[in-house]
């Protein structure tokens, strides 16, 4: 009965193993798919407000520093057609134009993943 206790006092003494990195990774994209965030650019700069929140907020910020990282370079282009005074539909139309042409969207897939990364590498070293 002796051994049966030390057996069970050592199993809880050691630490549990820690998930793949990989797993990590998959378990913060999946949670930054349910964030929801908008952007906008003011006087040339590009700022970002989480509107759904994943409950994370190093995870919130993946979400809006891809949006600022991708669309910093653009700021300039979107303040000249926003003050442009275009009808609405040329307005909207022109934007997304924009937007498709720098292959924006990609640059977000980008940026996450990149982000990630480097979130789960951080927590990682946090715990050693």
Same mark, same amino acid.
């Given at each position: 009965?002796?051994?049966?206790?030390? #057996? $069970? &006092?050592?199993?809880?003494? /050691?630490?549990?193993? %820690?998930? *793949?990195?990989?797993?990590?990774? %998959? $378990?913060?994209?999946?949670? !930054?798919?349910?964030?929801?965030?908008?952007?906008?650019? @003011?006087?040339? &700069?590009?700022?970002?407000? +989480?509107? @759904?929140?994943?409950?994370?907020?190093?995870?919130? =910020?993946?979400g809006c520093g891809a949006m600022v990282?991708?669309?910093?370079?653009?700021?300039? /282009?979107?303040? %000249?057609? %926003?003050? =442009?005074?275009? *009808?609405? =539909?040329?307005?909207? +139309?022109?934007?997304?134009? !924009?937007?498709?042409?720098?292959?924006? #969207?990609?640059?977000?897939?980008t940026a996450r993943e990149q982000s990630?990364? &480097?979130? $789960? &590498? =951080? @927590? @990682? #070293?946090?715990?050693?």
């Open positions: 009965m002796g051994l049966l206790a030390l #057996s $069970v &006092a050592l199993a809880a003494a /050691q630490p549990a193993a %820690e998930l *793949p990195a990989e797993n990590e990774i %998959e $378990v913060i994209a999946n949670r !930054l798919r349910d964030w929801r965030g908008t952007w906008r650019v @003011r006087d040339g &700069a590009v700022s970002c407000k +989480t509107k @759904r929140s994943t409950g994370d907020r190093e995870i919130d =910020a993946l990282t991708c669309m910093t370079p653009l700021a300039p /282009q979107w303040q %000249e057609i %926003e003050d =442009a005074d275009l *009808p609405k =539909a040329e307005l909207e +139309t022109r934007l997304n134009g !924009l937007l498709q042409a720098a292959k924006v #969207s990609d640059c977000f897939g990630i990364a &480097a979130l $789960v &590498a =951080a @927590r @990682r #070293s946090k715990r050693t």
